[in-house]
């Protein structure tokens, strides 16, 4: 057998699988290597795809209990099957991760299952439960091993009454309450999945705000909604220990004014962020360094210490998002053919699937003011959208950020319902860098949720709103 590759992948998530495909389509004799049972990483398995279908499946319930009745619609004998539920969503990972094999053998790309473990810069151990070590060789190698959950000190993860969103995203039983530690991205969406299950759910967020990596305005107005829906949330809040028996967890914090409350709940899930996942890669055996965080160091090409090998994804500086992954997957690739394409870090969208939507792209306001940098800005509340009280999705607003002199974009942040879709637009605006005054001149289908953009390019630009 040939053991020898033009391009290995290590890490079969969207960074990795992006890889294999593109490398395979420019020509390079691809194999990727993955240690789980099944390809498409954190994000097919355990991340954006299945917390999307329980969100998906929950948003139609939520639709039901709060807007049905609204609408002239009854329906009578509403009732969550949390088991088929979860079995919907396990459904929709297989669909995808049988897509992503379907993909491999289009693709012509070998599919090494095991761990890949370096022997030296050119050649890796492939070690499988009842498998014999083989070794592979390859001209290049692209690290794509992503990242694991992480916690905090005076918390560890049991993963039986103290969880990561690996186990909350196939918990059997419905649980009658849940405490999460920490109220970013992955937080507040698990937490908005029990919540309108009809799960009893609390927030402990040490920062000031909700999704603090995100728009102040954007966190402080989740934070209202969600409180709304009945979340309780408590920030400025420091989490000190949970401490967990057969039945519960009880989570001491430490709240705003230095007072020690503990929590008890069925279950506490701990969304503090992920660490870079580099354990049994052998990178010993290599140059390559990783930095304090413990991801592997890469210069502007991605390239790591050692020239053939390059890391995408999670296990490198940046946001981690499974589309900074894919786009850093076709860079590399395009770059070792010798077409150039860079990647514009601040034009990444960040996307929170709760509901509403939260979404942002480029400088956030608080960004602008701390940098000194002048800006005008155009904010458009949807309760004034034709196309929101047609939807009774009122609440939210979009904001852009736009530079008085040229009125060049430089970032969007909105909270809505379909921001997740809106904010397209907005990478698309400011990668082509068109100013707010053409942006508020062009056609926007009435009624829309985007056409809160118009409005908001009016504002920024000095024309004043039509709708307001
Ligand atoms: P991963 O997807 O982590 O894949 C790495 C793969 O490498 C794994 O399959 C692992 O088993 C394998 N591996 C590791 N070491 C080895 C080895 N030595 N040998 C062989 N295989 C190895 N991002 C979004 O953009 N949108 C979302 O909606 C979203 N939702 C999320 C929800 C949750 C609950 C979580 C946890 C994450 C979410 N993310 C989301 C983040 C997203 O999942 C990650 O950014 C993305 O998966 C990173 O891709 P990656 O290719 O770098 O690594």
Known sequence: MDNSYDLIVIGSGPGGYTAAIR???????????????????????????????????????????????????????????????????????????????????????????????????????????GAEDQVYSSTYFIIATGSKPSTIPGVTIDKKRIISSTEALSLTIKPSSLIVIGGGVIGVELASVYQRIGVK???????????????????????????????????????????????????????????????????????VGRK???????????????????????????????????????????????????????????????MKHPINYLRIPNVVYTWP????????????IAAGTPYNKGKFPFIASAKARAADDTDGFLKVLTDPKYGEVLGVQIISARAADLIAQAVLSMDFEITDNELAKISYAHPTFSEAFKDAYLISSGRGAINL
Do not use: W
């Open 357 to 368: 939507e939260v979404a942002g792209v480029g400088y956030t306001e608080d960004e602008l």
């Open 23 to 129: 490398g395979a389509q420019l020509g390079f004799h691809t194999a990727i290597v993955e240690k789980y049972e099944t390809l498409g990483g954190t994000c097919t398995n355990v991340g954006c795809i299945p917390s999307k279908a329980l969100l998906d499946s929950t948003e139609l319930l939520e639709g039901i209990n709060l807007k049905a009745a609204k609408a002239g619609i009854e329906v009578e004998g509403v009732k969550v099957d949390f088991n088929r539920m979860i079995e919907r969503k396990k459904q929709v990972v297989k669909l995808n991760t049988d897509g992503l094999n379907y993909l491999m053998k289009k693709n012509k790309i070998t599919v090494l299952r095991g761990t890949a473990s370096f022997r030296d810069p050119h050649s890796i151990v492939l070690t499988a439960p």
């Open 276 to 338: 870079p996942y580099t354990t049994g890669l052998g990178l010993s055996n290599t140059r390559i360094l990783t930095d304090q965080a413990g991801r592997v160091m890469v210069d502007d090409k991605l390239q790591t210490a050692e020239e053939n090998i390059y890391a995408i994804g999670d296990v490198i500086r940046g946001v981690m998002l499974a589309h900074k992954a894919e786009d850093e997957a076709v860079m590399v690739l395009d770059n070792l053919k010798g």
């Open 201 to 271: 759910v609390t927030i402990v967020e040490y920062s000031d705000r909700l999704l603090p990596a995100m728009d102040k305005e954007l966190g402080k107005e989740l934070e209202k909604l969600l409180k709304r829906k009945g979340i309780g949330i408590f920030t400025s809040s420091k989490v000190l220990s949970a401490t967990a028996n057969e039945e519960s967890v009880d989570v001491s914090y430490l709240d705003k004014e230095g007072k020690t409350i503990t929590l008890n709940g069925e279950y506490c899930l701990v969304a």
